[in-house]
Every structure is written in C-alpha cells, then in structure tokens.
C-alpha cells in the first residue's frame, strides 16, 4: 500500500513465494556466442576494371559517355545509369594487367549496384555504391580519357602497354613514327639516311627534325607525345601535363619507323 509498484496478486492458489526467480535450467552449459567477422568495403582502386565491362547493358559505353558529355546534372546522370546497367551478375578478373587474376564483380540492386572481390557467393569485400555515388566515378574516368578504354581481354599491343605503364614494342612503332608536325619532310629523312654519315652526324641531324614544341597525338584511343630536349627526344603516353610513362631516348640511339 502506498508504493510506487506492487507486486499483483496471483490468479492461481499454492504458494507463490518463489514464484519470480523460477529458472528453466536445460543443463545445455555455457553458450558461446560467435559474432561473424565484418566484411571489409570494396577498395574504389579496383572500380575502373568493372566500369571498363559492358557486358549485358542496356546502353553501351559509348551512349553513356555521350549522355555524360550532353548532361552535366548529376541527377540526370545518375537516372540514367540505372536505366544502363541490367540486373546481369558480372565478375571479371581484379588486375589482369598485374598478373592477378582474382575475381572482382557487380550486380544491381535497388539504387545501385553491389560491388565485390572474391565471388558472388563469398566476398572478400564487399560495397553499395548508389547510381548517384557511381556517376562521380564515371565522371573521373571520362576526364581523364579512359572511360572508353576497352575491357582488357579486347585490348590491343599498344593499349594493354598503357594499362601496364609500360612500353612495349607496340608503343614504341608508334612513339617512334614519323609525324606531319615533324619540321623535315619524310623524304628528306629517308634520303640523309641512305648515305654514311658518324652516330654524332646522325644524332644531330634527329635532332633537328623535331620542333621544339611537344608533338602529341592519339592512336587506338591512347594519347602519344614526344618532345625534344637539349640532349634526348622525351616519348611519353599520355599528355606533356600528366606523363603516363616516360622514356628519354637518346638522339643517337633513335630511329624512326614508318618513313
């Protein structure tokens, strides 16, 4: 009487004085609860190998890129990825251009896709990234060129050797062709070369076939540069304000392809 609770009275009879502490005890012992690890998130580094696929998509890479270029609202762009991409699983190998071929994969799901390594079934890491967050990425590769870069399995020589921050003979037929900008016509530089000259004659007469302003262009989708310098001509992919990969090659050691 007069407290803040009171116990109710019991609807049955007997004696309920130890009626509260009642235990079901099964004899089971101790329960050791196990929790499951946490799943690390999907490294972003790893993003560029999915979005270079276009395997089973409602628009291809080429619309998506156009539709980027004509629409800067980033809610536009996000809309319309999600009508891009189907609800095709796709895995891919991680790095096959490091040698690791690890699996890697997406899916659709709800606002965005599901993005994993390790397989679809037993991740390794695993992310959400919404339509809105995927259409920044994209963004990111399309300004710097390599959006419209193909999945490396469809990849050529010269291509691959830019994935692989490399220069491979196939780069170098094109680093080392001749180019209209060049200041000697091409037939002159075959004829000098029909005649002996001394590996400093030649080093020098090089050197003066280039201007000094960078030569760039674009081949299979790469960018290419060369530019001469006091002592060497710089060859590079990509442009003279981000080098890709560099050689500095040495005048006297030079020769053009393709005259």
């Known amino acids: 009487m007069g407290g ?31 929790q499951k690890p946490k799943i690390p998130p999907f490294s972003l580094d790893d993003l560029p190998n999915l979005l270079y696929e276009d395997i089973a998509m409602n628009h291809s890479k080429e619309e998506i890129y156009q539709f980027f270029i004509h629409h800067t609202d980033e809610r536009e762009r996000a809309d319309y ?5 189907s609800d095709t699983l796709v895995e891919v190998f991680r790095r096959p251009e490091n040698f690791d071929f690890t699996h890697i994969g997406y899916r659709k799901k709800d606002d965005g896709l599901d993005i994993w390594s390790g397989t679809y079934l037993k991740h390794q890491t695993f992310s959400h990234l919404s339509f809105y967050e995927l259409q920044f990425e994209i963004a990111k590769l399309i300004d710097s060129g390599d959006y419209m870069l193909p999945a ?3 990849m050529n020589g010269l291509q691959q050797a830019y994935r692989m921050k490399i220069l491979n003979r196939n780069a170098m037929v094109h680093l080392f062709a001749y180019q209209d900008e060049m200041v000697v016509p091409s037939q002159e530089i075959i004829a000098y070369f029909k005649r002996q000259h001394s590996d400093e004659e030649n080093a020098h007469y090089l050197k003066s076939c280039y201007p000094k302003e960078p030569i760039e262009w674009t081949a299979d989708g790469i960018s290419l540069g060369v530019k001469s310098e006091d002592d060497y001509l710089l060859i590079y992919m990509g442009t003279y304000d981000n080098q890709i ?6 005048f006297g050691q030079l020769k053009l392809q393709n005259l």
């Open 4 to 34: 803040t609770y009171e116990q109710p009275q019991g609807t049955g009879g007997g004696n309920h004085s130890h009626s509260a502490h009642l235990q079901l005890d099964l004899e089971l012992g101790d329960i050791e609860v196990v």
């Open 81 to 85: 990825l999600a009508e891009a991409y």
């Open 152 to 154: 490396w399995r469809n």
């Open 245 to 250: 990969v560099v050689l500095c090659q040495d």
